[in-house]
């Protein structure tokens, strides 16, 4: 069995660089491929040289429209493409971090029953942790981006009379987290009956069938594509609609990553900490997010050590029992 872990990454080069190896050292068979953003910080590629079965592809993006979404398409094309073989894609960020050994992740993966692992709601279900407003303004408008960076004052300051309009007519929607987007009712939509909408966390683990099947849905499907390609915030929904619209695939509701969205701002979630440590090492998790150097090494030293240690248990254990 093959893995395939996608990286999307934007910052800290050690950062990633330390992922990677963490990954490589306890599956060396395993394939990397990063979606890096160089236009946000360069990315130390000497460091990665010496590893075998990586590529790197050059991404530009950005939050709340369309490109990590292009990003995700571009990259599975380019794997099918250059016709890489795995069983299984784990789609993570440059700021997540494995929180079991890579081989009881792959472990897992081998053993499992579901098709994919996928956090997912219908749009407008009591479940989603979305409002049926912000689900509503996210999905069922197109948007058009002014090209217009809004400071945290000037977005306190259009607050009042965004909020006004946004709430007095259901034509017109402006939004000002992701620059300042202009939205209209997209009418009519392409969601009904048959073919829902649904939201959820954009990282996830999938299988090769899943990532085949969306492969050839998005290329089949170009109206869909060009539709999400207007709304915001896209890869929290575009996945999810398709996916569990086909009815073909078994998938386990819940995307084995730990985020910490408490008191969080525009969308970004808490950087975590030595003080999450007990939770990341307790819980049911593979991944967390998201993590960074500068604000608290440590932690990530202390989930190399309990890794390393669970690492050389389980092996103990194998020889024990042959």
């Known amino acids: 069995m093959k893995i395939l872990y996608f990286i999307q990454s934007h910052t800290n080069s050690e950062q990633i660089v330390r992922l990677v190896k963490t990954i490589k050292q306890s599956s060396p068979e395993s394939f990397v491929l990063i979606s890096h953003n160089f236009q946000c910080t360069q990315l130390d590629t000497e460091s990665l040289r010496c590893f075998s079965n990586l590529e790197i592809l050059h991404c530009p993006r950005s939050r709340g429209d369309f490109s990590i979404m292009q990003g995700y398409l571009d990259a599975i094309h380019w794997i099918f493409n250059n016709q890489i073989e795995f069983d299984w894609l784990v789609n993570i960020s440059g700021q997540d971090y494995p929180t079991q050994p890579i081989p009881e992740i792959e472990k897992f993966l081998h053993e499992t029953k579901y098709d994919g692992f996928l956090e997912y709601y219908k749009m407008h279900s009591i479940t989603n942790p979305l409002s049926i407003r912000e689900s509503t303004e996210r999905y069922l408008y197109k948007y058009r981006s002014l090209g217009v960076s809004l400071s945290r004052w000037q977005r306190a300051i259009i607050k009042i009379p965004r909020v006004a309009i946004n709430n007095f007519q259901s034509y017109l929607k402006i939004s000002s987290a992701y620059g300042l987007l202009i939205g209209v009712r997209h009418i009519p939509s392409p969601f009904n009956e048959k073919f829902q909408c649904y939201t959820g966390g954009y990282y996830h683990t999938l299988s090769q069938k899943c990532i085949q099947y969306l ?33 073909l695939f078994n998938i386990c509701n819940n995307s084995k990553r730990y985020v910490n969205w408490s008191n969080s701002h525009l969308g970004h979630p808490n950087i975590l900490s030595t003080e999450d440590y007990s939770r990341l090492i307790g819980g049911d998790f593979h991944f967390a997010r998201k993590f960074d150097m500068s604000h608290d090494r440590q932690i990530l030293d202390k989930l190399d050590y309990w890794i390393s240690q669970n690492t050389i248990n389980e092996l103990s254990s194998c020889h024990t029992r042959s």
């Open 215 to 247: 492969y050839d849905f998005c290329q089949k499907n170009t109206d869909l594509v060009e539709y999400y390609r207007q709304t915001c915030l896209p890869e929290e929904s575009f996945i999810q609609t398709v996916l569990i619209n086909s009815d």
